[in-house]
Every structure is written in structure tokens, then in C-alpha cells.
């Protein structure tokens, strides 16, 4: 099983702690962290993320990057007013945010640009998540309402204009301001479940205009844990683990299956708001990233995005809008295929046969060439040793008839 | 050792090795005949791995010292065949040299790669005249770089080497010599002029160019920084805009041009200096204008490969990729039609309008090209972006008729669609679903009243398309089965009328759509797409399957885009049965068919496909929803979905909450005792046998009257007056009542609430009718009232009767109770208040 790790923060400035989920152990503790609730992302595991309660008088906003392996923040923005809930979208692409006015605040990761924002929600919004293919935005406020943004609808100008509204759905079945939202896989019928202080949990599709109800089990919590109210649940990637963050600093882990805690963890002494479950980052421990040498991971993982930006550019400057595409991973192993000689061979030996090409005729030509010079060599040589012959021969003769003459009066 | 590892012996590799050598590598003494030996040599060599000089196994000393001597003997032999005078020897050595480079040991190649390399590269130099001794060098150098690139130690000795290596490489390139380019490691700005010269000059053929442009987009990465990249991309970007400029003047607005540049280039900012070698090849190109317009095509369109294929390969480090002019780019491409515009026809000549045409689609083809890769390399980040692209398509798509130039654009659609979700799907669906049906050309309104000239013409076209045998097969379905036959033939008739590639992908992104989309928002069109796509399907898959098919599968006939086509429609038709509506999928009996009957095809693509639609489909005929926990490792005691749980005693009061819904799949709680346990047995073994289309109606009967009306599934619907209305307001999903039966169902715990919603979905209401129509029961039993059909057997069942509706109000009071205490936080109706 995967390693996973369970994120708690709380609304006083304790920080994020970070356990193991199914090991227990405890990871680094990062610094300086009063998140709102709803407030903690992690940011498709690269780095967390999460915005900060602030003073009444500020009229900025806080979001704050941690990177994995260091306790301090790293990155600060502020963006033009409090945000309260921060989500970010599974590919850590984007950043939305929901601030207390009722905007939505929509920005690229890795530019920190605020591509968007839009009016949402008449008061604070108070949860925000992405549906499970990324491409619809839900939004709960503490005006009771529940939206559905569609993220196109959202940056098609030509279509925005035509469109009656901009939301795609607004629920408004909560009566008191909504404190979570949720909702799970199931493409264009996944099931939107909201919690609102109504003390009803309700549940709706998008897929039909009457949306159905299925309502009202508040309960399961009161009825499962002890003393303080829970605030916040979580579950591991099986669904056979929950994560609950309890008001009074506790971070219980229960198993569904048998009902029972199987784990305590202790956060602070001040109220748990946020829990998340998440798999391990690669770079969690310093210890261990420090180990592995050049792993591409920590020459582009490790620097954070620039800060987000408080305002939207200009729409001349969105039309040279640049978009980073990251180095893709791809492996150093070398495929066979990328070595050509023995290709190329095959190739020609194809064309020698066929004696078709000129090229294959071009070797023949230079073959026979030399060829012809070896044999005109060949016939030089010849012909020098039958003039050598020749020349013994004469010479010979011509001796043998002055010895012969000389000697003839011998005979 | 030796005799126990047979062939996979290490000593046996020296000994092959050199056998190798003496037998079949070309000497300098003798001559070398057949080439075709060397491929022996090569494969031997691969598959033994003779060279590798490694043993999984440590082995003993000399027969390592015994193989690096044959190794080394091999080198040797190598290096004075490469140095032969015969170009024939010279070149096998050449080729085994790369072979080298490949399968040696990596110390050996660090040690002797120099050697090699001077070797090689003394052989691409001008005193070589045999092409083929230069093409084999090449790709043999070719090898050493790649094996080099993998040694990071190496890396910056070879590319100091491979500088060397540009020289000669740029002149084989200017020789026109080669088609191997050698792009591994290169020194830039010469190689981009020489490319690019390369290019303009028009004087490659379509593969050279491909391999060209390839090179040019891997350029940026000698240098591997963000800058190289991007200025690369502007460069190109710019040079074809300014192209363009001069091929649609007069084609286009004259505003467009302007429109792109600024797209392209902030205002402001300087322009980069062009693509070097451009002035030179401008001189050498004014030579060869032949057809400048087929230069201006080949030029743009590699430029535009080019792009595609920066944007697609990986790079080193992020960089930014220009969306905005990208799309700009592509769409002022895509919105020429090749029209004159008439205000400035004078500026255009008719024969340069003809030219530029012929050239258009190519262009179109590749600027579809970068917005797919556009689409591929952003993935989510095209967020901001999508709108422009789909805007552009929809417009495209509507214009567009060449076949191939459409399946590239539904391509597009298709990916979109999956890659941006619901959010997309909602908003663009109408659009695509206007132009699919253009496509897939469902005759509407037409089916009667059709002359029969209107119909000797389209078996016209269905004879351009698909086999003569088909024709005849229609032709005598026509003449057998007058009117049955005829809508069929009609839809069949016109489908021939568009290629069947593009009815595959507008298929596609159909799919695609229903996938993502289907239910959302879809009231407008879901009819009508699932009433096309069972037409497409049933057409598609009629001709194969009837007596045609033997004939076709018998003489060999492969018709594989038919057999495409059929598959496709197929899919789109599974995804339309599954994608969730607003009722049961009306088409489910005729899909099912469909699908059953293709399983039979075993072993094609196809019948694979239709198993799988049927365990797809398997779960919308018995819908179920299944319980959360496991029940093997649970403590729950009770068998879901089996008979025996009927008599099973339940334990304790919250147990009965979750087998209360349990025993709406068809086997209540309420009436095991009763005294007709046969009769609801056998009625449960009906159910089982009997068709896929037996509603949850009759389970609901089921409980409302009494089992021995089982048999008469008709009339068990009437038994109650207010049983059938209930029946019809829960099927339709959509009635007054319907939120208050939901609201009834308040009390129960969380899981079934879940299933509650899938059941309504797939039309399947058991649990949500349940309780109301119990309800009617007991009222009525209170007030005595019984209605007229059931009336004999209420009265001769009574006692059974009565003692059921006991037990089920005792239970909704048990039930109530108990909900009441765990669950304070009720606010909607109660159940009984019906």
C-alpha cells in the first residue's frame, strides 16, 4: 500500500502537523500556520498550501506555500482580501480561492497569476472543491448556497455573455451558512453532498433539474465520537480509514469496517479545522531526499511557483499569456530502436541485392574499378615478365649461339 | 559448467565469436561476395550477445581473458576492413562497427570510442566518394553519439568531439548526399542555417523534409534552455505568419494578418532576427521557382511539423509555450476557404487563387496538427485557453468537407471532451451534436414519399462504397420484404453518402460526449443521439450478420473499416445505453440484441467488445446496489441477495434498518411466514428466468397484494386504485409525489439514501415505492375497503394478510422509533403521513 500521510491545522497559529497515516510516525511539523477552515491544500503534492486567519484589520488576505521538506514558510501572498477556503485542483495546476466577500479567486499555479475572478456567492464563501474530472468548480457559502461552476463557462467570453448566470446550478436547500461540501466520483451524475450548520447534510445531482433529496444524517458523527464536536473528516485512498479532527486537538483515525479508533494523534490543545489525507510526497523526509542525488524532482520540484498575484492583468497582456510546460519525465533508459546502424545496414544490404539503386550500383562500379586496376596491374606485371622473359630468353639465346659459336669448333 | 550450461555457456561466446570471424566477416585477403552474410553476423552477434563481455554468473578468468581476446581480435579486424581500399569491405566494416558501438561493454567503448570516432569520421570526408560508405558512417556515428549520451562522465568530451563531427555532417547535408542527419549533439546557429536553407530550398522529398523539421525542432535542446526554445518557436511562429501573409492575400481579411502578428508579438517588443540561412536560400530558391506555391506549402507545413513536434518532445526544462499565437496562427489558416474576397480581387490572379487552393487543405491539415498538440502538451493548463479552440472548431467543423481534414477536427473534439470534463461537455454538446448529425445524416422526416429515382441513386452510393455483394444483398432485402426493409435501406442509402472514416470519428466524439456528458443538461438532444446511435448500430451491424456475413468472411474479404465501423458504433451505442438518463435507456432490448448477437462472433475485436457491453450492461438490467462493507469480514449475520436470508432472524433493531432496504431487492422481510412461501418462491424463479425487462413494478406488486397473484402479473397492478398511480408517478421519476416518497424514506440509514438516488436513475424505484404503496395497504385494510379484482383473494387470504400488514406497521413503528431516538435531526415528513 501506498504510503500516506494525514495533515492537521488549526485556526491558532500551531502549524501543520503531518503523520504517517498507517505508521503513526511523526513528520516535520511546519511553522507558522493559523489556517480558516477548508483553508489547507495540498497542491497535487508538490508543496502545501493554505490560507491564513487574519487580524480584523487587515484588509489583505494570506496564502502561505510550504515545501515539504522545511519547516518555514517559503512563499507568502496576499491576495486583495481574506481568503477562507483554498483548493487546489488534483494536477496542481490551479488555485481557487474563496474569499469573504463572496469572491471566487481563480490562479495559475505556476505563474501566480489570477486568470479569474468572479462575483460568486452574496456572502463569505465558505467551502470550495473540484469535482473528480477537474472540470466543474462547487462552491458552498454562508449565504446557505451551493454553486456549480463550470471552469469553461467561466473563461469563454462569447458564451459568458449569452449565458443567463454564470453559475451552472445554485441549491439553495440550506437555511444556515454551509460548512463543507463534497463530492466524489460519478462524472456528470457524482452526487454533491453539503453540510450546513442547519444541522442538515444534504445531497444532489446535477443531472436532474428536481434535485432529489437524500438528507439528514448528522448524526454519524454525534453518534460515533466521544466528547468534543468533530470538525473536519477525512479518508484514506482505500475508503476503509477515517481521519476525524476533533475541536478539542485530536486527530482520530477510525477504522469503518470495524467501527473502532485505531489511532490518536495529538495536534495542538487548540481546535483541529482541517484535515487532510494525502500520499506521500516524494520529498517528505530531508533525510532521505537528501540521499537521492540528482532526482529530476528536486531541480524543478523544489522550487516553489512565484507568489499569487493580488490582481488580474489586463486582457491585452492575457493575449501573450505564456503557458510553462514542464519537462516531461521520461525515462534514460535506451531503446534498441534508437540505435540506426544496424537499420541502416539491413537497408543497404536490401539495395546490394537488388542492384537496383545507384548507390548499390556506385559500390560496384568502385569494386570493378579496382578491380580493372589489378587486372591492368595484373597485365602490366605480365607483360613485363614476358618482356623479362623474352629478354632472358633472348639474351640467353644470344648467348647460347656466342658460346655456341665459340665453343663450336669444340664440338 | 561448460557441459551442463549447453548455449547459454560463457565459454561457448569467445569460440562463437571468433568462428563468427573466420567464417563470415569479410578479410583483406579474400573477396567479400554476399552481403547478406553480414546480417547473419549482426543477428548472431545480438542474439548471443557476443560483444557484451559479461556473464551473469562470475566465471573463470580465462575465459574472460579468452573473450576480450576475440573481442579484441573482432576490433582489430573492424578497424582494417574500415581502412580497406574496396568500398565493399570498407562499408561492412563500417556497419560492424556500429553494431559495436551498440553491444560492447561499456569500458571498452569508453576506452576506444576516440579511435572509432576519428576512424568514422575520416570516412564521411571528401577523399570517400561511395554514398554508402557515408551513409553507413553516419549512422554508425549516429550510434556512438546515442550510446555516448547514456555515459554522463562522457558527455562533455563527446560533444567537444562531436563538433568535429558538424563540419563533415553539413556538407553530406549540402551534397544532398544523405538522408541521415545527425542531430544528437550539434553546434547550433550552422546547423540551423543549414536546415533551414535545406528546407526553403524545396528540393527534398516529403520524408527528407519530415526528418528536417524533426531536426529543427530538436535544435533548442543542444543548448537545452528556456530561451533557445522559445526564441526557436518565435522565429518559426513569425515566418510562417509572414508566408502566409503572401500566400491569402486577397483570400482573407486584410485585418487578419495584423490580427495574428499581434497575437504573436506583444506590441513593443523587438522582433527576433530571423531564421538564419533564410537570406541564403532566398538567392539559391529564386532559381527554382517552378510552382512557388507547392515550395510555399512544403516550407510552411514542415515549419508547422515542426512546431508540433517542439511542443510534443520532451525538453529539459520548462518553457513557455506562445497559446495565444499558436491558436492564432492556426485559426487564421483554418478560416481560409479559398475564397476570393471582392474587394481585393484584383490583387489575386485566377491561377495563383487555384494554386493556393490546391495547397490549403495540407495547411489546414497541420494546423489541426498543432492544435492537437497544443491540446496534448497543456493538458489542464489549456483551461483559459479551450473556449478559443473550441470556438474555432465548431466554426471549422461546419465549413469543412474534406474527410480527412474533419476526422482530425472530431479528433480534437474527442480529446477535448475527455481531457476538460463535464464542464466542457455541457457547453459544447449542442454544437457537437448538430454536426455530428450533419455526418451521420439520420433522414429526418423522409423516410416516406421517396422516389424511386431518389433510390436506384443512393444504391449508387452505397455501391461506390462498400462491396458489390452488399448492393445485391439490399437490393433483395428490398425486393423481399417491401416495407419493413424500406427505413432501414433508406438510412443505410444515405449513410453512404460520407466516408465511413469520418462516421468513425464523428462516432468517436459522440462518445465521448455521452461519456462525459451525457446526462447533463441533455433534455434538448439525448433522444435524438440515442435514437441515431441504435439506427447507426443496428445499420452497421445488419449487413455483417445476416446471410452476407459468410460470404464476406469466407472469400477473405477483410472490409476492415466496415469491421471499424461496426465496432465504433458499437461503443457509441454502449455509451449511450450506459450513460446515465433521465429513465431506463429506451433501446436496451434492441442494444442487447445488438450485442448478444455479436458475442458470437468469437475471436474478432468485435466479439471481445460486446462481452464486455454485456457485463457492462449487466448491471443496468438487475440493478443493485451493493452493501458497503464486506460481508465476509463483517459481523453482520445476514446473506445479501440470497434465498436463505428470508428466514434468517435478525438480531437487534438497527441490524433491521439496512436489511429492511436489503429485502427490496426482492425479498421482503415482511413475508417470510406467510403461508404462500411457495408461490413467492416459484414467483422468484420467474424472475430469474424471465426477461431482462421485467420492471421493479412487478417486484413491487409483489408486495403490495397477495403472492398468489403472481402468476397474473397484469392484474396484480391493479389490485389497489391507488397502486397504479403510485406506480406511474415512481417510474417517471419525475411526479408531485415523488419528493414525498423520497421524504418517507428519511429514516433510512446513510447507504441506502445512496442507492435510493442510483435506483431512481436507472429507473429502478423498489425501495422509494416500498413504503407508500404499504402504506395504501394498511389503510385499507383498516377501512375495510377492498377493491374489486382482489377481492376474492383478499377475502380467502385474509387471515395471511392481515397478519403481514401487522407485521409491516409494527415494523414502520419499530422502524420510527428507533430512527427517532439515533436521529434527532429529522426535519422532513414521516413516512405514514402519506
Not at chain 2, 424472475?687 to 397484494?705: F, G, K, L, M, P
Request: aromatic letters at 6%; charged letters at 20%.
Amino acid at each position: 500500500m501506498e504510503a500516506e500521510v494525514v495533515l492537521a491545522s488549526s485556526p491558532t497559529d500551531a502549524g501543520v502537523s503531518c503523520w504517517d497515516l498507517h505508521t503513526g510516525a511523526e513528520h516535520l511539523r511546519y511553522k507558522s500556520c493559523a489556517s480558516s477552515p477548508h483553508g489547507l491544500a495540498s497542491v497535487a503534492g508538490r508543496f502545501l498550501a493554505s490560507s491564513q486567519l487574519r487580524d480584523r484589520k487587515s484588509s489583505s488576505g494570506s496564502i502561505l506555500y510550504w515545501s515539504w521538506n522545511k519547516p518555514q514558510v517559503e512563499v507568502r501572498s496576499f491576495p486583495a482580501e481574506p481568503i477562507k477556503a483554498l483548493v487546489s485542483n488534483s494536477q496542481g495546476t490551479y488555485i481557487a480561492g474563496g474569499g469573504v466577500s463572496g469572491d471566487i479567486y481563480f490562479w495559475e499555479v505556476a505563474t501566480g497569476k489570477l486568470l479569474k475572478k468572479w462575483h460568486a456567492h452574496y456572502r463569505a464563501v465558505s467551502c470550495l472543491v473540484f469535482n473528480d474530472d477537474q472540470s466543474l468548480l462547487i462552491s458552498g457559502s454562508e449565504d446557505g448556497c451551493v454553486r456549480v461552476w463550470s471552469l469553461f463557462l467561466i473563461f469563454d467570453d462569447a458564451r459568458r455573455e449569452e449565458a443567463r448566470h454564470l453559475f451552472e446550478y445554485s441549491f439553495h436547500e440550506h437555511s444556515l451558512r454551509v460548512t463543507d461540501v463534497k463530492t466524489g466520483y460519478g462524472g456528470s451524475n457524482a452526487i454533491i453532498v453539503s453540510a450546513s450548520e442547519d444541522r442538515t447534510c444534504k445531497g444532489k445531482t446535477c443531472s436532474e433539474d428536481d434535485i432529489s433529496l437524500i438528507s439528514s444524517q448528522h448524526s454519524i458523527k454525534s453518534a460515533l465520537y466521544p466528547s468534543k464536536a468533530v470538525t473536519c473528516l477525512a479518508s484514506s485512498a482505500d475508503g476503509f480509514l477515517l481521519v476525524s479532527g476533533s475541536e478539542d486537538g485530536m486527530i482520530r483515525v477510525w477504522d469503518t469496517r470495524t467501527r473502532n479508533i485505531t489511532r490518536i494523534f495529538r495536534h495542538t490543545k487548540g481546535p483541529v479545522n482541517n484535515v487532510l489525507v494525502i500520499r506521500q510526497p516524494q520529498n517528505l523526509n530531508p533525510r532521505t531526499s537528501a540521499n537521492s542525488p540528482v532526482s529530476p524532482l528536486r531541480r524543478h520540484g523544489l522550487t516553489l511557483p512565484p507568489p499569487l498575484e493580488k490582481f488580474a492583468n489586463s486582457p491585452d497582456e492575457n493575449a501573450h499569456a505564456k503557458v510553462f510546460i514542464g519537462p516531461q519525465t521520461t525515462s534514460n533508459h535506451l531503446l534498441d530502436s534508437s540505435y540506426i546502424s544496424v537499420q541502416t545496414m539491413e537497408a543497404q544490404i536490401k539495395e546490394l541485392q537488388q542492384q537496383g539503386s545507384s548507390a548499390a550500383a556506385e559500390v560496384d562500379i568502385e569494386r570493378l574499378k579496382s578491380e580493372q586496376l589489378r587486372s591492368v596491374q595484373m597485365i602490366q606485371q605480365w607483360k613485363k615478365m614476358y618482356e623479362n622473359l623474352h629478354q632472358f630468353c633472348v639474351t640467353e639465346l644470344l648467348d647460347g649461339t656466342h658460346t655456341e659459336s665459340a665453343n663450336g669448333p669444340n664440338l | 559448467m561448460a557441459a551442463s550450461e549447453g548455449m547459454y555457456d560463457v565459454a561457448l561466446k569467445p569460440k562463437l565469436l571468433r568462428s563468427l570471424l573466420r567464417e563470415y566477416v569479410p578479410d583483406e585477403r579474400h573477396p567479400f561476395s554476399n552481403p547478406s552474410e553480414l546480417s547473419y553476423v549482426v543477428s548472431t552477434v545480438k542474439t548471443h550477445n557476443l560483444l557484451s563481455e559479461w556473464a551473469s554468473q562470475p566465471v573463470e578468468q580465462n575465459v574472460m581473458d579468452a573473450w576480450k581476446s576475440a573481442v579484441d581480435s573482432w576490433v582489430h579486424r573492424l578497424l582494417t576492413l574500415a581502412s580497406s581500399n574496396l568500398p565493399d569491405k570498407r562499408w561492412a566494416g563500417i556497419c560492424l562497427l556500429g553494431l559495436t558501438c551498440q553491444e560492447c561493454s561499456s569500458e571498452r567503448f569508453l576506452s576506444s570510442y576516440a579511435v572509432w570516432l576519428d576512424k568514422l569520421l575520416s570516412l564521411v570526408q571528401p577523399p570517400v566518394v561511395s554514398n554508402f560508405v557515408k551513409a553507413a558512417s553516419c549512422a554508425s556515428l549516429s550510434d556512438m553519439f546515442t550510446r555516448l549520451s547514456g555515459f554522463s562522465n562522457a558527455k562533455k568530451d563527446g560533444s567537444s568531439q562531436a563538433t568535429r563531427v558538424i563540419q563533415p555532417a553539413l556538407k553530406l547535408l549540402n551534397e544532398d548526399s544523405s538522408a541521415v542527419v545527425l542531430v544528437g549533439i550539434a553546434h547550433y546557429s550552422y546547423v540551423e542555417a543549414a536546415i533551414v536553407s535545406k528546407i526553403m530550398s524545396g528540393k527534398c522529398c516529403a520524408s527528407v523534409l519530415k526528418k528536417l523539421g524533426y531536426g529543427l525542432s530538436l535544435l533548442p535542446k543542444s543548448r537545452g534552455d528556456e530561451d533557445s526554445w522559445s526564441l526557436m518557436m518565435d522565429k518559426i511562429l513569425l515566418y510562417i505568419n509572414s508566408q502566409l501573409n503572401d500566400a491569402f492575400q486577397g483570400l482573407e481579411e486584410e485585418a487578419r494578418s495584423a490580427q495574428t502578428m499581434r497575437a504573436l508579438l506583444p506590441s513593443g517588443k523587438e522582433p527576433p532576427p530571423p531564421l538564419s540561412g533564410l537570406a541564403a536560400s532566398e538567392r539559391t530558391s529564386d532559381l527554382s521557382t517552378r510552382r512557388p506555391e507547392r515550395l510555399l506549402g512544403s516550407r510552411i507545413s514542415t515549419l508547422m511539423r515542426c512546431c508540433c513536434d517542439m511542443l510534443t518532445s520532451s525538453y529539459p526544462v520548462m518553457v513557455p509555450v506562445p497559446v495565444c499565437g499558436l491558436i492564432a496562427l492556426a485559426g487564421r489558416v483554418l478560416m481560409v476557404d479559398g475564397s476570393l474576397s471582392s474587394s481585393s480581387y484584383s490583387f489575386m490572379t485566377t491561377l495563383k487563387q487555384e494554386f493556393i487552393c490546391s495547397e490549403i487543405p495540407l495547411l489546414q491539415l497541420y494546423s489541426l496538427e498543432i492544435l492537437t498538440a497544443v491540446v496534448k502538451a497543456l493538458s489542464s493548463q489549456l483551461l483559459p485557453h479551450a473556449a478559443g479552440i473550441v470556438q474555432l472548431l465548431n466554426e471549422y467543423l461546419r465549413t469543412c468537407r474534406f474527410p480527412d481534414l474533419k476526422i482530425k477536427a472530431y479528433s480534437i473534439v474527442k480529446v477535448l471532451l475527455m481531457s476538460m470534463g463535464i464542464g466542457i461537455a455541457i457547453h459544447i454538446s449542442q454544437d457537437i451534436v448538430s454536426n455530428v448529425f450533419i455526418d451521420l445524416e439520420l433522414p429526418v422526416g423522409e423516410k416516406d414519399g421517396k422516389s424511386s429515382g431518389v433510390q436506384t441513386k443512393s444504391h449508387a452510393g452505397l455501391l461506390s462504397e462498400s462491396s458489390q455483394r452488399k448492393r445485391k444483398h439490399s437490393i433483395m432485402a428490398r425486393s423481399s420484404q417491401e416495407q419493413p426493409a424500406h427505413v432501414h435501406l433508406e438510412v443505410e442509402n444515405t449513410h453512404s453518402l460520407t466516408p465511413i472514416s469520418v462516421k468513425i470519428a464523428a462516432l468517436e466524439a459522440l462518445e465521448a460526449l455521452l461519456t462525459m456528458g451525457g446526462s447533463l443538461r441533455s433534455e434538448s438532444w439525448r433522444a435524438n443521439v440515442d435514437h441515431l446511435l441504435i439506427t447507426v448500430a443496428t445499420n452497421a451491424c445488419k449487413g455483417g450478420w445476416s446471410k452476407e456475413e459468410r460470404n464476406i468472411f469466407l472469400s477473405g474479404d477483410p472490409t476492415p473499416t466496415w469491421a471499424d465501423f461496426q465496432l465504433t458504433a458499437l461503443r457509441a451505442l454502449l455509451a449511450s445505453l450506459l450513460s446515465p438518463g433521465r429513465g431506463r435507456p429506451s433501446h436496451l432490448a434492441l442494444g442487447l440484441e445488438l450485442f448478444r448477437r455479436g458475442m458470437q462472433e468469437t475471436g474478432t475485436k468485435l466479439g471481445e467488445y460486446c462481452g464486455h457491453a454485456l457485463l457492462a450492461l449487466e448491471v443496468l438490467i438487475h440493478p443493485r446496489a451493493l452493501p458497503l462493507l464486506d460481508l465476509h469480514s463483517s459481523v453482520n449475520d445476514f446473506k445479501f441477495l440470497s434465498h436463505k436470508s428470508r428466514d434468517t432472524v435478525y438480531p437487534s433493531v438497527d441490524r433491521q434498518i439496512p436489511k429492511y432496504q436489503a429485502g427490496t431487492l426482492g425479498k421482503g422481510p415482511a413475508e417470510p411466514e406467510s403461508e404462500d412461501d411457495d408461490l413467492n418462491e416459484n414467483w422468484l424463479g420467474n424472475d430469474d428466468e424471465s426477461e431482462i425487462q421485467v420492471t421493479e413494478r412487478q417486484q413491487n406488486a409483489h408486495y403490495t397484494t397477495d403472492p398468489s397473484l403472481d402468476e397474473l402479473p397484469s392484474v396484480k397492478v391493479a389490485t389497489t386504485d391507488n397502486v397504479p398511480e403510485k406506480n406511474e408517478t415512481t417510474v417517471s421519476a419525475s411526479g408531485p409525489n415523488d419528493k414525498s416518497m423520497a421524504d418517507a424514506d428519511d429514516n433510512m440509514s446513510e447507504s441506502p439514501h445512496f442507492r435510493n438516488i442510483t435506483n431512481q436513475r436507472t429507473g429502478a424505484l423498489e425501495s422509494v415505492e416500498l413504503e407508500p404503496v404499504k402504506s395504501d395497504v394498511i389503510s385499507e385494510v383498516g377501512r375495510g375497503s377492498t377493491s374489486t379484482s382482489a377481492q376474492h383473494e383478499l377475502e380467502t387470504k385474509n387471515d395471511g394478510f392481515t397478519t403481514i400488514v401487522e407485521r409491516i406497521s409494527a415494523m414502520f413503528e419499530s422502524d420510527n422509533e428507533v430512527s427517532n431516538d439515533s436521529l434527532p435531526d429529522i426535519v422532513d415528513g414521516d413516512p405514514d403521513s402519506d
